[in-house]
């Protein structure tokens, strides 16, 4: 499968993933409508996002410029084999 390289397909797949994301998050609250739930849920959400914006900004502008990620595996990779 080659990549996406139209701009109004990536926009389309943004939001598909904001909608994903959405509908999980609601599902999850639903399920137990707790306070203590959407805390969770919420810093659980943020401190992902942090992690993906350290892993894909901040290692390429600061730590390694002349890295490139293509995705996770290629993160992880990069983390498990750096010297």
């Avoid at 849920?41 to 401190?47: N, P």
């Avoid at 350290?54 to 293509?70: H, L, M, Q, R, T």
């Amino acid at each position: 499968m080659r990549d996406i390289e139209n701009a109004r397909w990536m926009y389309v797949k943004a939001v598909l993933f904001g909608v994903i994301g959405a509908i999980s998050c609601a599902l999850v609250v639903l399920s137990n409508p707790t306070l203590q739930t959407s805390v969770f849920l919420l810093l659980a959400l943020w401190s992902f996002c942090r992690l993906y914006y350290f892993a894909f900004y901040v290692i390429e502008k600061y730590i390694d410029p002349g890295y490139k990620f293509s995705g996770l595996f290629s993160a992880a990779k990069y983390f498990l084999t750096r010297s």
